[in-house]
C-alpha cells in the first residue's frame, strides 16, 4: 500500500476486545481507521476517541456485516457528505455475541449466527471493498482467528470455535 497516501482501514467488530485493540493501534495521522459495530454505541465512540487521541482519524460503521443490503446501505451513509479515501485494508475481526452452553443443548440457529458473522461476514466486505483495491492493484485483507480454535478451546464454546477455525 502506497504509504504516502491516507489510508483507510475497515476493522469489523471495531467495538470490543481484539477488534477495538487492533482499531486503537491503527490510529495514527494519515489513517482514517472505520470502526464496524452492531450494538454498543458508547464503546465504539470510546474506541474512535481512542483512535483520534493516537491522531487517526476515526469514522463509525453500525452494521451487521452478516446482512449485505444492511452493510451495503451503512457504508453508502457513511459517505454521505464526507471525504474519505478509497478503502485500502480490511481487518475481520467481527464475532457472533458468545453464549457460551453445552454443545448437545446448542442447536443450529447459534451455531449458523456465529458462521454468519464470520464466514459470511467476511464473504460480504470482501464483495464490498475488494473491487476498489483490485482497481488500485494494491490492499489487504486480514481475517482474524481465535487462539481458542487452534488450541484446547474452551468448554462450551463449540460454535464460536468452529466459525472463528
Not at 31 to 43: C, L, Q
Not at 64 to 84: F, I, K, N, Q
Not at 113 to 139: I, S, T, W
Amino acid at each position: 500500500m502506497n504509504s504516502q497516501a491516507e489510508q483507510v482501514v475497515v476493522v469489523t467488530g471495531g467495538s470490543r476486545g481484539l477488534g477495538a485493540a487492533i482499531a486503537v493501534r491503527l490510529g495514527r495521522p494519515g489513517t482514517t481507521v472505520v470502526i464496524n459495530y452492531v450494538e454498543r454505541d458508547a464503546a465504539a465512540a470510546a474506541v474512535a476517541r481512542d483512535v483520534e487521541a493516537a491522531g487517526g482519524r476515526a469514522l463509525l460503521l453500525k452494521a451487521d456485516v452478516s446482512d449485505r443490503s444492511g452493510l451495503d446501505a451503512a457504508w453508502a451513509r457513511l459517505h454521505t457528505g464526507r471525504s474519505m479515501g478509497p478503502v485500502t485494508a480490511v481487518v475481520h475481526s467481527a464475532g457472533a455475541r458468545l453464549q457460551p452452553s453445552p454443545f448437545l443443548d446448542s442447536d443450529w440457529e447459534r451455531f449458523a449466527r456465529h458462521l454468519d458473522v464470520a464466514v459470511r461476514g467476511a464473504y460480504n466486505c470482501c464483495q464490498l471493498f475488494l473491487p476498489g483495491m483490485v482497481e488500485r492493484k494494491q490492499g489487504a485483507v486480514v481475517f482474524v482467528a481465535s487462539a481458542a480454535a487452534h488450541a484446547v478451546p474452551p468448554s462450551q464454546w463449540s460454535p464460536y470455535v468452529t466459525a472463528k477455525g
